[in-house]
Structure formats: C-alpha cells, structure tokens
C-alpha cells in the first residue's frame, strides 16, 4: 500500500515567489494535516482537513497561506509570496479519521526561501 | 511554558548500549502518547502508541506513560545502528490536535 506521497521533495525560491505543495494521503483516510517542522523542532500544525472541510486552520497565517482539497482527497498547500522565514520543511500526514491516534506522514517537502 | 518537554540531545551511544528517551508535559487532559522515529530527510514514523499509563512493549523498543508524573519514556534495548534518528514525542487529549516535542537526536556508534 501507498504512503502519503508528497511533492516536490526540494524547492528553492526567491522572497516574495510563490510557491505550492501538493500531497495524497493514504487511501481512505479522510483527515490530511499539514504540518511544518523547521530545523531542530517538532511538527506544527498549520491546517487539518476532515474530507474536503478545513476544520481547523488557526495556525495557518492567512495573510500568505492558502490551502485546498476540493475533491476530500489530495491537496495543495500554498505560499504567496514567500518570505525567508518560511523556509521549513513541510509534512503532510493523514489519519483515518479525526478521532484516529496514528497519524501517517509523508517525506515532506524542503522549502528554501532565498 | 511549552505543551511538551523534550531534551533535544544530541545523545550518543554505543552499539548494544540501553537508551533512554524522555518527555514531560503540562496538560493533564492528554490520554495519548506517541513516540515517532525520523530519520534524515524523511517524515516521522510512527514507532510506538500507547493510552494512558503504563506499559508497553514492541521487540526492543518499551514505551512506558507516568500520568501521575506527567512524564513519558521510551526504551530503546540493545541499540543498534539503525536506530539512529531523531525520537518525537507527541501526545494527544480528548481534542483532535497532537502536540509535539522538538526531538532528541540519537546516534548509536558501531
């Protein structure tokens, strides 16, 4: 079976480019979660998804995140424009469902932001 | 004060050698604790779950959850090289929002 698949693995980019992540989750997992780890710390959640519904996006800074997943299944994360701060590593992870412990996650995305 | 605690290391040890991996937290309301091996470049992987106190075990690896203390371990016996990686915590109250550590980096030497 499948993992969380991610992509693209590396992306480096100019300050105030944009730019997009794109994750499937397993196969029937309904909750997706992205998340971003910056070097030395653990995973922080930036928005959760159960089906197609955002249901819990108060760490996502708005101004300049954007996030879909319009069919309730894979989805895109976005930034624009990028800022040097926003170099991180960015996770997607996936559960069965929301009240689920094990959560799945993907080989992330190493986001340079020059 | 941070959710949770945890010593980022770095720890090194020898092959063979029993390791202890440890993390404290301030929410009482947690019920579910979760250690996560990350190795380089890649995502945390789910090692080990357990609810509420107690025990568990899974081969070499020992989970171990003290509510009363607010205090979580994780055993790693006969430690070899593969295991080097970074071990997160991450626990889990009635809520759907996991929380985690920021890591502790071990190396097990040949």
């Known amino acids: 079976e499948a993992g969380v698949v991610q992509s693209p693995r590396y992306k480096i980019i100019e300050k105030k480019q944009p730019v997009a992540f794109w994750c499937n989750p397993i196969s029937g997992h309904n909750t997706l979660y992205w998340y971003r780890q910056n070097l030395g710390q653990g995973p922080e959640l930036l928005i959760r998804?159960?089906?197609?519904?955002?249901?819990?996006d108060s760490q996502l800074p708005k101004d300049r995140f954007s996030a879909e997943r319009l069919k309730g299944v894979d989805s895109t994360l976005k930034i624009q424009p990028a800022e040097l701060g926003d170099s991180a590593v960015y996770l997607c992870?996936?559960?069965?469902?929301?009240?689920?412990?094990?959560?799945?996650f993907g080989s992330g995305t190493q986001l340079s932001v020059l | 004060q941070k959710e949770v605690e945890q010593d980022p290391g770095p720890l090194s040890v020898p092959e063979g050698a029993i390791v202890s991996l440890n993390c404290t937290y301030s929410?009482?309301?947690?019920?579910?604790f979760m250690w996560y091996r990350q190795y380089s470049r890649k995502g945390p992987e789910l090692l080990m779950y357990?609810?509420?106190?107690g025990n568990k075990e899974d081969g070499r690896f020992t989970a171990q959850v003290d509510k009363s203390s607010k205090y979580i371990s994780l055993f790693i016996r006969d430690s070899q090289p593969s295991d080097s990686a970074t071990y997160l915590c991450?626990?889990?109250?009635?809520?759907?929002?996991?929380?985690f550590g920021t890591g502790t980096s071990l190396t097990v030497i040949p």
């Open positions: 357990t609810y509420s106190s």
């Open positions: 929410n009482s309301a947690f019920q579910y």
């Open positions: 998804y159960e089906n197609e519904e955002a249901v819990d």
């Open positions: 992870a996936s559960s069965l469902d929301g009240t689920n412990e094990k959560l799945f």
């Open positions: 991450a626990m889990r109250g009635t809520g759907n929002q996991f929380y």
